[in-house]
C-alpha cells in the first residue's frame, strides 16, 4: 500500500558554511526554549536553552536567538560540519509546565 | 557518560496484544518520561513520572497506557492492547530535577504493530 510521511523542512549546507535553522513558537505564554538535536536512530538530545527575558544565548559553535514579538527561533550553527547532520527540533514550555512542547523539525543536511 | 538504556530496540507485535517497553533511567535521576515519534513526525509527549505516580499525562496516554517503576531501576510503558496507530518510536527520558534541560532520552524502541 501506499505510505504517506510528513515531509520535514530541509536545510542543506556546505561543510564550513555557517547554517541558521529558524522556528515559529505558538504560545506566547512560553518562556523556555530548548533546541534537540536528533541523529538518525537516536533519541533527541539537549544542545541549548533559552528563558524568555533574554533574546540571545551562545553555547560551543551554537548561538539561540528569541524574538518574542513574533514568537520567532532561531539556532545558529557555526562552520557546520558533517557530524551536525541531524534534525533539529526546537520545543517550548508554556508558562509553568516543565513539560515540553516539541515542534515539527528541520533536517539539515551538511555536505562535505 | 550516563546514559539512558532502552530495550528492546525494535519490538514487532500483532494488533490486539500487551507489549512491555523497558527503559533504565540513569541512576541518580528521579524524573522519568515517555515520548513518542511517529515516523517523520514530531515528538509527543505521553506521560510523567515522580515519587512512584504519575505527575502529568497528555491525551495521547488513554486507559490503554500505563507505567511502572517496578523495582529501582527499570521504568516500563505498557499498552495493554496494541493498535495499528500505536506504531512509533518510544523514547523513555529522564532528568535529576524535572527541568527539561536535564533531559536525558535514551536511543528509543521502534515498535511496529502489525
Known amino acids: 500500500g501506499e505510505s504517506v510521511g510528513l515531509h520535514l523542512p530541509t536545510l542543506s549546507v556546505q561543510e564550513g558554511d555557517n547554517s541558521i535553522i529558524n522556528c515559529a513558537y505558538s504560545?506566547?505564554?512560553?518562556?523556555?526554549f530548548i533546541w534537540y538535536k536528533q541523529e538518525s536512530g537516536k533519541g533527541p538530545q539537549f544542545i541549548i536553552d533559552?528563558?524568555?527575558?533574554?533574546d540571545k544565548r551562545q553555547g560551543q559553535r551554537v548561538t539561540v536567538l528569541l524574538n518574542k514579538t513574533v514568537k520567532h527561533l532561531s539556532l545558529q550553527i557555526a562552520a557546520t560540519q558533517p557530524g551536525d547532520s541531524a534534525v533539529y527540533f526546537c520545543?517550548?514550555?508554556?508558562?509553568?509546565?516543565?513539560?515540553?512542547?516539541f515542534g515539527r523539525g528541520t533536517s539539515l543536511i551538511v555536505h562535505p | 557518560e550516563p546514559e539512558v538504556t532502552q530495550t528492546p530496540s525494535h519490538q514487532v507485535t500483532q494488533m490486539g496484544q500487551e507489549v512491555i517497553l523497558r527503559c533504565v533511567p540513569i541512576?541518580?535521576?528521579?524524573?522519568f518520561y515517555w515520548y513518542r515519534q511517529i515516523l517523520g513526525q514530531k515528538v509527543e509527549f505521553l506521560v510523567s513520572?515522580?515519587?512512584?505516580?504519575?505527575?502529568?499525562k497528555s491525551e495521547i496516554f488513554d486507559d490503554q497506557f500505563s507505567v511502572e517503576r517496578p523495582d529501582g531501576s527499570n521504568f516500563t510503558l505498557k499498552i495493554r492492547s496494541t493498535k495499528l496507530e500505536d506504531s512509533a518510536m518510544y523514547f523513555c527520558?529522564?532528568?535529576?530535577?524535572?527541568?527539561?534541560?536535564?533531559?536525558?532520552f535514551g536511543s528509543g524502541t521502534r515498535l511496529t504493530v502489525v
Open positions: 527520558a529522564s532528568s535529576a530535577t524535572g527541568i527539561n534541560y536535564g533531559y536525558t
Open positions: 504560545n506566547s505564554a512560553s518562556d523556555y
Open positions: 533559552i528563558r524568555s527575558n533574554m
Open positions: 520545543a517550548e514550555n508554556p508558562g509553568g509546565s516543565y513539560i515540553p512542547t
Open positions: 541512576s541518580n535521576h528521579l524524573y
Open positions: 513520572f515522580y515519587n512512584n505516580e504519575i505527575s502529568e
